[in-house]
């Protein structure tokens, strides 16, 4: 059983910052590909940035030269530093995890940017 587990999401003023964190419980090994989606109101969920075990980082273009996911292996930890953010950044933002078809999805974190 894997369990996916959201922070760091608040209220922020446009232009300011946030990180999220995503903490793995369970069985995920550094070989996962490790991701944030987020979805806003109305709108379908969509890829934010995508890290693989090895591999090319994938991001939004949307968010590309503001945000930078990274991880920590050692703690199954996933981050998503996310700069300059902007109105059109509103969103439950979801941390995912995926190996081989099998996905797993945590429960969201909520990001508000405005004034």
């Known amino acids: 059983q894997v369990q996916l587990v959201e922070s760091g999401g608040g209220l922020v003023q446009p232009g300011g910052s946030l990180r999220l964190s995503c903490v793995a419980r369970?069985?995920?090994?550094?070989?996962?590909?490790m991701g944030w989606y987020r979805q806003a109101p109305g709108k379908q969920r969509e890829l934010v940035a995508s890290?693989?075990?090895?591999?090319?980082?994938e991001y939004a273009d949307s968010v590309k030269g503001r945000f930078t996911i990274s991880r920590d292996n050692a703690k199954n930890t996933v981050y998503l530093q996310m700069n300059t953010l902007k109105p059109e950044d509103t969103a439950v933002y979801y941390c995912?995890?995926?190996?081989?078809?099998?996905?797993?999805w945590g429960q969201g974190t909520q990001v508000t940017v405005s004034s």
């Open positions: 890290m693989p075990s090895v591999g090319t980082t």
């Open positions: 369970g069985s995920i090994y550094s070989i996962w590909t």
């Open positions: 995912n995890a995926k190996f081989s078809g099998v996905t797993y």
